[in-house]
């Protein structure tokens, strides 16, 4: 009786999944695009205007880091809407759709709400000494943070029994990886022990990453290289948590 | 072969000392309309949910259309649909884009899903409201949007927990045409409801459930005799006494201003004169699954009302 599952249909549910709960809400919502392009430029703004434009490099790497755990972890805050109180998420438990996908949907959404905030963000990089060169060194910072806090935003919300629970989690873990970490300001700020410690964090290497493609200087002993190791771990660490520890089937 | 098998079913959530199911040994026969009745928090969708693989049992065993529902969930996922208790429609999508896109997920192609589509919305008279976003629709529209994501899907199993809720009479009439069809074309269905009426007019077998157990079940015939007497006459109250009409049958207050006789269609005559010589307005009709609900699950004589039970 049901139709003939083939190897494509994950990705076209996770599009399917992105259609309907990000471009037909903001096909009818248009105005959400700018409430939610604005935030990422607050700090920007506020940086650039107590630095006269001194620090507004690194504020354009911490803008758009920032922004990007914010579209990936606001991907938890959506889970736990649908799983608490439209109760959607149990149509989708009960059917053949995987936890992985509807992730994936989910997360997709989240990047079309965030789409004009990333793009200026990301044109500011280029446009702050980027070059061509390194645009894909920047598309690839951009889809491994987002990625890798997705899965986190999944994984988290998956434990929360409730909204409140889901939104307070959810904001912490955004200063623990967007504000303390030197990622709107350069990590010789800090002393030595909390250098090390921050390296510990994905959010450092991708602020060094854009930093370094815009023609910053890098710690010595930092390279691409080892940026790009942390990141690429802390992916598969969360998408592997999101798909083995995530609670899909309640409990 | 069964559409579910549950085996001494246990379910004790995190926290609780209490069972939300204790030991329920259910088996739904395919092809049929399985209802489970029971007061808020009896566990009916604790079972739903076990059934449905939504939730992990404590203990026990369930089979879905001859699979295990905890090991084997991904290919029980394949076979059927649901419709959760107090589900709510997204807000900016409409009733056609519910059912196209979920069609479209559960993996149908366009053509198929925009004829089921077409189909259902049709089926539950949601034609005229096709393009209009669920924000701007009536509470009982958002819930036949929920019905018909799920009765659009070719399950072959059909959980429905309290579909009607928030409806109105035409709108449940309409859902329970569509879910007889469900079956028609060989469909099995789990319903839970709390409205006895809809459990009369689909079911072919229900369980009562209370306090996570169940205490009755078998068609609507079965159930009816679990009150001894076949008929209930109401009749208000004012000047008659109790033990008066306690020599016709067992007597409820139904806390109305109206009391409710149950007892055998020969007394029917004698009472109905008694009511007429005092002036006082009376019914007579068939005991009800309502009737039996009440009596089985209703604590009625705490309430000094059923004096049948306490004798």
Not at chain 1, 43 to 64: C, D, E, P, R, W
């Amino acid at each position: 009786m049901v139709a003939t599952k083939s190897i494509t249909l994950p990705a076209r549910q996770a599009f399917l999944i992105a259609y309907s709960t990000g471009i037909l809400w903001l096909r009818r919502n248009p105005s959400s695009l700018v409430f939610t392009a604005i935030s990422p430029f607050s700090l920007l703004f506020v940086l650039f205007v107590i630095s006269n434009g001194q620090y507004v490099q690194f504020a354009v790497a911490g803008s758009l880091v920032m922004a990007l755990v914010g579209y990936g972890l606001a991907l938890g805050q959506d889970i736990s809407f649908y799983k608490t109180e439209y109760k959607i998420q149990d149509v989708f438990v009960a059917s053949p759709v995987s936890p992985l996908t509807y992730m994936m949907g989910l997360a997709l959404s989240e990047l079309m709400f965030g789409l004009p905030a990333l793009t200026a963000l990301a044109a500011l990089v280029v446009y702050f000494g980027a070059s061509l060169f390194n645009i894909p060194l920047l598309v690839a910072t951009i889809l491994l943070l987002w990625s890798s806090m997705s899965a986190m935003g999944f994984f988290l919300s998956s434990h929360m029994l409730h909204m409140r629970n889901a939104t307070q989690v959810i904001s912490f873990v955004n200063v623990i990886l967007a504000v303390l970490p030197p990622v709107f300001y350069p990590i010789a700020n800090l002393p030595e022990q909390l250098q090390y410690l921050s390296y510990a964090v994905p959010t450092t290497h991708a602020s060094l990453m854009l930093q370094h493609s815009m023609g910053l200087p890098v710690p010595a002993g930092w390279s691409l290289e080892f940026g790009y190791a942390v990141q690429i771990a802390y992916l598969v660490g969360f998408v592997t948590l999101a798909k083995t520890r995530a609670i899909w089937r309640e409990t | 072969m069964l559409a579910i098998d549950a085996d001494s079913l246990t379910k004790v959530y995190k926290g609780s000392s209490r069972a939300a199911l204790n030991n329920v040994s259910i088996k739904v026969d395919s092809a049929k309309i399985f209802t489970l009745l029971g007061r808020n928090g009896a566990g009916k969708t604790t079972f739903v949910r076990m059934a449905a693989t939504q939730l992990l049992p404590t203990s026990g065993s369930i089979s879905v259309l001859g699979y295990d529902a905890v090991r084997q969930a991904k290919q029980v996922r394949q076979l059927i649909s649901v419709v959760p208790q107090e589900g709510r429609p997204l807000r900016a999508l409409t009733p056609w884009d519910h059912v196209y896109n979920w069609l479209q997920i559960r993996g149908e192609d366009k053509k198929q899903a925009r004829e089921k589509t077409e189909a259902v919305l049709q089926k539950l008279e949601l034609s005229e409201v096709r393009d209009r976003p669920a924000m701007n629709l009536s509470g009982g529209m958002k819930q036949k949007i929920l019905v018909a994501m799920a009765l659009a899907v070719d399950a072959q199993l059909l959980f429905l927990d309290e579909p009607t809720i928030g409806l109105d009479p035409v709108s449940r009439r309409q859902v329970w045409s569509a879910v007889k069809d469900w079956k028609a074309k060989g469909g099995s269905i789990l319903l839970t409801t709390h409205y006895m009426d809809e459990a009369e007019m689909l079911s072919d077998y229900i369980a009562i459930i209370d306090r996570g157990s169940v205490v009755a079940e078998g068609t609507v015939r079965d159930l009816r005799k679990v009150i001894p007497q076949n008929t209930r006459i109401d009749v208000a109250r004012d000047g008659l006494d109790i033990e008066t009409l306690q020599s016709f049958g067992s007597v409820v207050d139904t806390g109305a201003g109206t009391l409710r006789v149950f007892t055998f269609e020969s007394s029917i005559r004698e009472l109905s004169e008694l009511a007429i010589r005092r002036n006082l307005p009376f019914t007579v009709s068939p005991v009800t699954l309502d009737d039996v609900f009440v009596y089985l699950v209703g604590n009625i004589e705490s309430n000094g009302g059923w004096s049948q039970r306490s004798q």
